[in-house]
C-alpha cells in the first residue's frame, strides 16, 4: 500500500518529531506502526520499549504496560491530525515534539532513559522513511519478510529492531527482560514482584523476571530474588529445604514449576539461592542427619570454589556478600508462615 504524498509526509513529520524527543532523552520512546484493516491508514502506537518484543512469528509484537503508558495515531483522510488533536495539524515537528512531551506527562516520565541500540535502529528506520518507507509491525493479508519488517512500500523491507524475542512454554508465548523500579506497585522493594508474579501464574502476563544487569541499584537485585523466595512459597508451597529440593529435582510436575525456573535460573543463577538456603540450615542445624549436614558442607566448598570463576558472582545475590545480605523473606504475606529455610536463629 503506497500512500499519498501529502500523508507520507505529515507521516514522517510525527517520525521526527519522535527522534527530537529521543534526543531529549527520552530514548525508551518506542513506536509500534502498522496498517488499517482496510488498508487505507498508517497508524502509529507510542509506548515504552518495554512493550516491544519479536513474535514467535517473527514479526514486532507489543504487550501493554497500560493504558496510561500507551498513546495512537493514525494518519486518516488528511495525516495530521496527531492523536486526534484539532490543534497540531501544522505544526512542526518540534512543535508537535513540544506537545507529545506536554501531553503524554506519564508516558515520557516512564520512558526518560538512555537506550543507544533503540536510537540506533530508529535513526536507521528514519532513512527508509524518508524515501517514503513507513515501517510497518504487520499489515493483513502479508506474510512477514523473514529478515525484516514490512514497509509502506512492498519492494522495502526494514531492519528489525533488537528485541527480546518471545519463546514458548506450556502452549503459552513469554518473553523475559528485566522489570525496572517504574513498574513496581509497591515502594517497598520486598513486595515489588508480588502482583508482577500473581499476574504471570494467573496467565495475564507473558513478562517473565530477568536477572537486572544493567544496574548498580541493590534494590533491583534484592527485589528479583525475593520474588523467587514469594513465587516459592506462595505458589509453589515450598516451606521446608527438604520440599524445595524436592521441586529442584522435577519442577514441571508443580504448576507454573517450568515458568519459575526460566526466571530464576535461565542462566544458572539459582545455585546461589540453593546456596543460601543450605547455608541456613546448617546455620540453625535444621538438617535431618550429619550425614546429610557433611553432604551439604561439601557441597558449598564446592560451589564457592567454582562461584570465584564466575561473572554471576560480582553480581549481588543471595549468598555472597555477609549473612544475608538482601535481607530475604521480609515481604512475604504472613511473617507467621515465614518458610523454614528463611530461619537464621
Known amino acids: 500500500m503506497i500512500l499519498n504524498d501529502s500523508t507520507a509526509r505529515r507521516s514522517l513529520r510525527l517520525l521526527h518529531a519522535i527522534n527530537l524527543l529521543h534526543q531529549r532523552g527520552y530514548q525508551n520512546l518506542a513506536i509500534f506502526p502498522y496498517m488499517s484493516a482496510s488498508g487505507f491508514y498508517w497508524r502509529l502506537q507510542l509506548l515504552p520499549i518495554q512493550a516491544l518484543y519479536i513474535s514467535i512469528e517473527g514479526e514486532l509484537a507489543c504487550c501493554s504496560l497500560g ?23 501544522n505544526h512542526t515537528a518540534e512543535q508537535l515534539a513540544d506537545a507529545i512531551e506536554n501531553r503524554f506527562p506519564e508516558l515520557m516520565a516512564f520512558c526518560k532513559a538512555n537506550n543507544a541500540r533503540y536510537i540506533g535502529w530508529f535513526n536507521t528506520m528514519l532513512t527508509f522513511a524518508r524515501v517514503g518507507a513507513l515501517p510497518l509491525a504487520f499489515r493483513e493479508y502479508s506474510k512477514p519478510p523473514t529478515n525484516g519488517m514490512l514497509s509502506t512500500l512492498d519492494d522495502i523491507v526494514i531492519p528489525l529492531p533488537d528485541l527480546p524475542v518471545a519463546f514458548t512454554i506450556n502452549g503459552k508465548d513469554y518473553i ?39 544496574t548498580a541499584e541493590i534494590e533491583e537485585f534484592g527485589a528479583y530474588w525475593e520474588g523467587a523466595v514469594y513465587w ?30 526460566q526466571a530464576f535460573n535461565n542462566q544458572g543463577q539459582l545455585q546461589y539461592l540453593t546456596a543460601f538456603f543450605a547455608k541456613r540450615q546448617l546455620i540453625t542445624k535444621k538438617l535431618r542427619s550429619n550425614k546429610e549436614g557433611l553432604y ?4 558449598l566448598q564446592t560451589f564457592e570454589l567454582h562461584a570465584k570463576a564466575s561473572d554471576l558472582r560480582k553480581i549481588p545475590n543471595p549468598y555472597f556478600g555477609g549473612d544475608n545480605a538482601l535481607h530475604l523473606g521480609l515481604g512475604l504475606p504472613n511473617t507467621k508462615t515465614r518458610p523454614s529455610y528463611l530461619i537464621c536463629s
Open 296 to 299: 551439604w558442607t561439601q557441597w
Open 176 to 214: 523475559q527482560r528485566a522489570y525496572t523500579t517504574l513498574e513496581w506497585q509497591v515502594i517497598n522493594w520486598h513486595e515489588a514482584y508480588q502482583s508482577i508474579i500473581d499476574s504471570i501464574v494467573a496467565g495475564n502476563n507473558m513478562v517473565l523476571p530477568k536477572m537486572p544487569l544493567k
Open 232 to 261: 516459592l512459597h506462595q505458589h509453589l508451597h515450598v516451606t521446608t529445604f527438604a520440599e524445595y529440593l524436592a521441586f529442584l529435582e522435577s519442577p514441571k510436575r508443580h504448576k507454573s514449576g517450568s515458568l519459575f525456573m
Open 67 to 89: 493504558e496510561r503508558l500507551e498513546a495512537y495515531h493514525s494518519s486518516g483522510a488528511t495525516g495530521n491530525q496527531y492523536f486526534g488533536w484539532e490543534d497540531c495539524k
